[in-house]
């Protein structure tokens, strides 16, 4: 007896486990998408991140090891956009040094490098870069190896090195689809490169940036391509276009909350109206190109705009006011121009530096060589590498199988957390999801988006008269029935046990309302024969319009639900729609 307890137990316990097993999986995946989903916000939409962000670390549920990791390179991407440098540095360097996940490890390699760019720190940039491009044969990850390529763009423009900058940009462009996020900044940086370099078809090159970035959504780096190509404008004497552009696009770029950006837009606007002799209007854009750069002093929009407001100043006779504004201009050009030098020289010694240890490491490798050509004379050296290769076949072969396996049970489960077992209709949380998508474009194109909300009148009779198989199978027909009039874009959610609602977009409340009443007419109609019972099927409906009640779910759900109240209130089996000032009711013919 006491060994059958222990076999039942042991039994019990494995099954707890596997069902454990099943939730974690369901709750990890939906933890990726919300992780995905913040990596996509990053430069599209930095509210959406933040907010994500913040969703992921208070989730409830515990996070796997590769998913906390991914999350603190999320949150040093935050810190480093936030201006906390130090901090957002340590999390790209903590992640660096503990994941063993290759997609990961590159992304956090080529942050580091872009970061450390970003503050002066060169050769700290050039070495992570080269650590990133050396990760490169080890991700699958086409994206996150495109915008490694990327970063070492950035940064081969930014130290100066245009033509490597220009090839690693249009490696990414050989591979991308034009619109996409990598498009645009691989444009961004080949338009860079040729207007450093003076080449030609500037026009054409900076339009194909600007499409992209705009086509992908990506604001900052549209305004960050105008802003190259405003440049060149300018420095062509094609200051009225130049001007027009700035002026057209101020606002976007000031909406982006970028400080160099927006300096930048301020330090040309003062260039071009100088340009023209419009000093006031110059001295204004100028003073907010320096507010705009506060914390950096030595910025090239801040160069240009100290330069204008001496010679403007010179130009009204204020010498004294000149005199400061030039030595101010020295101090900021000699720091700006002792930056660029910095930058040569640290990639000329981050070079060499990194030819030495290449010739280390190829003279190591030479001598492995000899080493291993000498094992391989070794016939039964050569037999066992036979087997070994075997046996790597049949282990690849067993890994890509599970790969295989787990992709579809990833899929099952995904399809478990969005969807009601019994019934097929989505489950609550998943409908609050579409719901919610519903009603943003709805208020963003300012059109309709209606609820009907029902439950099944004394549905709980029914289970406990005939049981819960026949009130099972009053659900399903129920769902059946009311799905033949929904249409393709509508959304069909079980909110509770007998309780369902219906998203319908574009639809007023009057249509929704006799859709309603259809439903309920043919519920009414169900044949109960194959039960084995006669009894009826009645349903009270309730609905909502978002331009009556309100854009957010929980307004429209609240108003639905008083509609549906009210229902009850008035005897059931009858559609009650929300108004402003009351409620009215489409009683059952």
Not at 113 to 121: E, F, P, Q, V, W
Not at 154 to 179: D, M
Request: aromatic share 8%.
């Amino acid at each position: 007896m006491i060994v059958q307890g222990s076999i039942h137990q042991s039994r019990v316990s494995r099954v707890l486990l596997i069902l454990l097993c099943v939730l974690c999986s369901a709750i990890h995946a939906g933890v990726d998408d919300d992780l995905l989903s913040a990596d996509m916000a990053r430069t599209t939409n930095p509210a959406e991140f933040e907010r994500l962000v913040r969703q992921l670390e208070s989730s409830p549920a515990p996070l796997s090891i590769s998913q906390q990791q991914f999350l603190n390179y999320l949150k040093g991407y935050q810190d480093i956009y936030s201006g906390r440098i130090d901090e957002g540095l340590s999390l790209y360097q903590g992640v660096l040094e503990s994941t063993s996940e290759p997609d990961i490890k590159l992304r956090a390699a080529y942050s580091l490098a872009n970061t450390y760019s970003h503050i002066g720190r060169y050769s700290e940039a050039l070495e992570a870069l080269d650590l990133a491009l050396r990760l490169v044969p080890d991700v699958q990850d086409a994206e996150v190896v495109q915008l490694a390529h990327l970063a070492a763009s950035v940064i081969y423009n930014t130290v100066g090195e245009f033509e490597l900058g220009s090839s690693f940009a249009q490696r990414v462009l050989e591979k991308v689809q034009p619109g996409d996020r990598a498009d645009c900044l691989a444009r961004l940086q080949i338009l860079e490169s040729r207007i450093k370099q003076d080449r030609d078809l500037i026009d054409q090159y900076a339009n194909e940036a600007i499409k992209s970035c705009q086509s992908a959504g990506e604001i900052m780096l549209t305004n960050i391509s105008r802003t190259h190509y405003i440049g060149h404008l300018l420095d062509h004497d094609e200051t009225e276009v130049a001007l027009a552009l700035l002026e057209t696009h101020l606002p976007e770029a000031e909406s982006t909350q970028f400080s160099r950006l927006v300096a930048a837009y301020h330090s040309l606007l003062a260039q071009g109206y100088f340009d023209q002799g419009q000093f006031s209007q110059s001295a204004v854009h100028a003073d907010m190109a320096i507010q705009k750069s506060e914390g950096m002093p030595y910025i090239k929009p801040v160069v240009r705009s100290l330069d204008i407001l001496h010679r403007i100043r010179q130009q009204e006779g204020n010498y004294e006011q000149a005199l400061i504004y030039h030595q101010q201009y020295a101090v900021a050009d000699k720091a700006y121009l002792d930056e660029t030098q910095a930058k040569m020289l640290a990639f000329q010694k981050t070079l060499h530096e990194l030819n030495e240890k290449d010739s280390r490491i190829e003279l190591l490798n030479k001598e492995n060589q000899v080493l291993t050509l000498q094992q391989n004379l070794d016939k039964e050296a050569a037999e066992n590498t036979r087997l070994f290769l075997i046996l790597l076949s049949v282990t690849i072969a067993f890994i890509a199988l599970w790969a295989y396996r787990t992709k579809l049970n990833q899929i099952r489960f995904r399809e478990m957390a969005q969807c009601d077992e019994l019934t097929g209709a989505f489950n609550r949380r998943h409908f609050s999801e579409l719901a919610n998508q519903h009603l943003a474009l709805a208020e963003k194109e300012k059109s309709t988006v209606s609820l009907v909300m029902f439950d099944l009148d004394h549905f709980k009779r029914v289970n406990d008269r005939f049981g819960h198989l026949v009130g099972d199978w009053v659900l399903q027909e129920v769902i059946n029935v009311c799905r033949k009039f929904c249409r393709e874009q509508d959304v069909f959610g079980r909110l509770g046990g007998e309780e369902f609602g219906i998203i319908m977009p574009s639809c007023s409340l009057e249509h929704a309302a006799e859709f309603a009443e259809k439903c309920r007419r043919h519920l009414s109609m169900i044949d109960t024969g194959p039960t084995d019972h006669e009894f009826s099927i009645h349903a009270s409906f309730g609905v909502a319009e978002s331009s009556r009640d309100g854009y957010r779910l929980k307004q429209l759900i609240s108003a639905a639900d008083h509609a549906l109240y009210a229902a009850k209130s008035q005897g059931r089996n009858r559609v009650v729609t929300s108004e402003l000032d009351q409620a009215s009711a489409l009683l059952p013919a």
